[in-house]
């Protein structure tokens, strides 16, 4: 029992000196490492959101066929309302959507484990009076953002293209 009181007394943090601006960088730090938590649940909360929209379209767009009903077989149809589709499995899903939900899985776990990795670096480098500053950590949640936009921009141009082949 004293082995295991011994252990769990190691994983607490121990009391620094507070010296200039130790309190503070240390404070930074812990935000800094809040920051990007809450960031990689913004992509999580994005990724699940553009999942489930995308499956309620492919949803949507599989049980109606986009053309109208033009056919005189029964005229107590209305002519503008959608038939049903025969075949739902030959709608495609949007690739880019799915790729913009996986980029942004990608970017939620980045996210957590650079946050981690991060604070544990940069407390270990603050004990000792250094300072490293960020570099990989956000040029890859910047180009990491951007591709997931330009993959959601893209589908949506796709999506576009697409309708106005079916109307014109």
């Not at 492919?58 to 959608?82: G, Q, T, V």
């Not at 799915?98 to 981690?116: M, N």
Request: one cysteine or more; aromatic letters at 10%; hydrophobic letters at 40%.
């Amino acid at each position: 029992m004293a082995s295991l009181a011994r252990h769990f007394k190691s994983l607490l943090s121990k009391p620094v000196a507070n010296t200039g601006s130790q309190l503070r960088d240390h404070q930074a730090n812990e935000r800094t490492f809040l920051s990007w938590t809450r960031m990689g649940l913004a992509f999580a909360a994005m990724s699940i959101a553009l999942g489930r929209l995308g499956l309620i379209d492919h949803l949507i767009h599989s049980n109606y066929s986009p053309n109208y009903n033009n056919n005189n077989n029964n005229n107590k149809k209305d002519k503008n309302a959608p038939i049903e589709n025969p075949n739902p499995q030959s709608q495609p899903v949007h690739s880019a959507e799915i790729l913009a939900s996986q980029i942004c899985q990608v970017l939620s776990g980045w996210s957590f484990g650079y946050g981690f990795f991060r604070y544990v670096s940069m407390r270990r480098h603050l004990l000792q009076g250094r300072f490293v500053p960020a570099l990989w950590g956000p040029v890859f949640m910047t180009f990491g953002s951007v591709g997931s936009l330009g993959a959601i921009l893209y589908k949506d141009d796709l999506f576009g293209k697409a309708k106005s082949k079916l109307r014109g």
